[in-house]
């Protein structure tokens, strides 16, 4: 809102628009009220933007440390041949690659292709829950600025009106609208374009999580090929 707030003292040297010397939460109140009904809206695009933005972030870091932990100790495991006990590991833990793992572990004994079509399937599941929350970041990065230019087509409308109503153009008479047009402008992309970089950011730390995974099903793989090949 900050962005805000700086456009909203800009729009005070307009001609007719001067105001008292004001602090910072009075003109973030100022803001509230000059911004109109779309304030609802917007607010509710902010709030549910900030919610699912804590929710996503705290899920990924758990998830994300829960499957390098689990990773490393299902490789030390192959690494020494210790199936069973790997294979204990996945079923115990929680975390998203280990569910991929104990997949493809739990049938090591019907050959390759049967390993990797589970770990292929189980895989899509749990890249789905990865995903979970993402399409509604996505959508408030559209809807957000959507929203703000309607407050700005409505904002307009009114400073033409009131133009209409007088017969003439004097900056007090259309100052109202423009203030509702730019300030829902600026809420909109001020919304807009920290969820945008968090979408963003949670899509490289899912695709990470993604190779690690990958690389450790396939180090699975290539050592229960080789333990069936010795046996």
Known sequence: ??????????????????????????????VWIDTGFMKWP????LILGIIVIIWKFIDLQGKSSKTKKILREVDELLNENRLREALDATRDSNAPAAKILYAGLER???????????????????LSRLEKGLVILSTLMNVAPLLGFLGTVIGMIIAFQSIEAAGE???????????????????GLVI????????????????????????????????????????
Do not use: W
Request: aromatic share 2%.
């Open 1 to 30: 809102m900050t962005g805000v707030t700086q456009l909203y003292s800009a729009l005070l040297q307009i001609p007719g628009m001067d105001s008292p010397d004001l602090t910072l939460s009075q003109q973030m109140e100022q």
């Open 42 to 45: 917007l607010s509710l695009c």
């Open 108 to 126: 090591h004994d019907e050959g390759t292709d049967r390993v990797m079509k589970a770990i292929e399937n189980q895989g899509l599941i749990e």
């Open 169 to 187: 153009v004097e900056a007090t008479l259309v100052a109202g609208g423009i203030k509702v047009a730019l300030l829902t402008t600026a809420a």
């Open 192 to 231: 807009a374009i920290p969820v945008s970089i968090a979408h963003n950011y949670f899509v490289s730390r899912i695709d990470s999580l993604v190779i690690d995974m990958e690389e450790s099903a396939q180090k699975m793989i290539d050592t229960l090929h080789n333990m069936s090949s010795a046996a």
